[in-house]
């Protein structure tokens, strides 16, 4: 996973706050994933990028979140109006222009709402 | 849809003990296949990989095969260490999309005493 870069690594947010993650992806990548990962559970696919573009945003909750992928800086995830449920990892990964299936992940932002 | 179905854990061994950890799937085409492992308070590092039926993906000690007629990948070491106590996601990339995103299992930890 290394070059996959996402901060901030711990985020504390009250309820109702707005939480931004930030990533970076591999150099040479265009493509970027978000995923979710509940306590206890395995990782989920919340949304697709690629630069300016939302390809796939099916695993995106229909409210209060948002991703973007501009064609200058970081992908950023955001989360309006924070609820404890919210409280995950959230991991961002990349692939290269030209596809292919392995994808690499960050390191994660773990969220905690309280 | 694609689903991944991992043994439940913990799994408990002793250092030098045989490892395996089962993972069924459902998918629709010919999906890719992956084990990622995630050591505490960190990301997904992606551990091995198959493509296609019959091929074994391996690392560091690990292996496991894509076994198209169980639908299984199973993942085994042969000896493990303490440092392998992690948890370990089965994963796998559909074939429908051209484009990759992971299901994954639910994960299972990894607890190997000295």
């Known amino acids: 996973n290394a070059g996959v870069m996402q901060n901030p690594r711990h985020l504390v947010r009250r309820r109702g706050q707005e939480a931004r993650l930030r990533c970076s992806p591999m150099?040479?990548?265009?493509?970027v994933y978000w995923y979710r990962q509940l306590p206890e559970e395995g990782l989920k696919f919340m949304v697709y990028?690629?630069?300016?573009?939302?390809?796939?945003e099916s695993g995106m909750p229909k409210e209060r979140f948002s991703a973007e992928f501009p064609k200058e800086g970081p992908s950023i995830l955001r989360i309006q109006q924070v609820v404890r449920g919210d409280s995950a990892a959230y991991f961002c990964?990349?692939?290269?222009?030209?596809?292919?299936?392995?994808?690499?992940f960050g390191e994660g932002s773990w969220l905690t709402v309280v | 849809g694609d689903s991944v179905t991992q043994m439940e854990g913990p799994v408990t061994l002793s250092e030098e003990a045989f490892l395996t950890i089962n993972c069924t799937y459902t998918?629709?085409?010919?999906?890719?296949l992956f084990w990622y492992v995630q050591y505490p308070g960190e990301g997904l590092q992606l551990l091995l990989k198959?493509?296609?039926?019959?091929d074994k993906g391996s690392n560091k000690g690990f292996e496991a095969t894509y076994r198209k007629e169980t639908t299984s990948f199973h993942l085994e070491k042969g000896s493990v260490q303490v440092s392998d106590s992690a948890v370990y996601f089965c994963?796998?990339?559909?074939?429908?999309?051209?484009?990759?995103?992971?299901?994954f299992g639910k994960g299972t930890m990894l607890l190997v005493s000295p």
């Open positions: 198959a493509t296609k039926a019959d």
């Open positions: 990964a990349s692939s290269p222009p030209n596809g292919g299936n392995t994808i690499y």
């Open positions: 990028l690629q630069k300016e573009n939302i390809i796939d």
């Open positions: 150099k040479g990548h265009s493509h």
């Open positions: 998918a629709t085409g010919y999906p890719s």
């Open positions: 994963a796998l990339s559909g074939s429908n999309s051209g484009y990759s995103t992971l299901t």
